[in-house]
Nanobody, 124 residues
Framework: QVQLVESGGGSVQAGDSLRLSCAAS????????TAWFRQTPGKAREFVAA????????YYADSVKGRFTISRDAAKNTVYLQMNSLKPEDTAVYYC?????????????????WGQGTQVTVSS
């Protein structure tokens, strides 16, 4: 099992920045991909960004490309999501997720482990 704990959410103004953290514990060696998804009420969980450890590859949704950066601190077993130039449409609950090797990183149902989520609210 792998446990994921998110932190760093909050309420900010448009144009501000936030950094989310996802601390992993347990059998982390079994997971290759760590990702961030977000969800608003009544909508499906949306892919935001992912990091594939085996290839040192990063993936981003078009809506956040150039504004968000995913990174990993291996020593701390922590993945970060640096969010800059935030917009009101970025408002959502952000979830960290992890899974063993899968081909498609953007599909939420392929992820085995999920955190509890952290709220990000961006006001105009």
């Amino acid at each position: 099992q792998v446990q994921l704990v998110e932190s760093g959410g909050g309420s900010v103004q448009a144009g501000d920045s936030l950094r989310l953290s996802c601390a992993a514990s347990g059998r982390t060696f079994t997971t290759d991909i760590t990702a961030w998804f977000r969800q608003t009420p009544g909508k499906a969980r949306e892919f935001v960004a992912a990091f594939r450890r085996s290839e040192d590859s990063k993936y981003y949704a078009d809506s956040v490309k150039g504004r968000f950066t995913i990174s990993r601190d291996a020593a701390k077993n922590t993945v970060y999501l640096q969010m800059n130039s935030l917009k009101p449409e970025d408002t959502a609950v952000y979830y960290c997720a992890a899974t063993p090797k899968v081909r498609e990183v953007r599909v939420a149902r392929l992820y085995s482990y999920w955190g509890q989520g952290t709220q990000v609210t961006v006001s105009s």
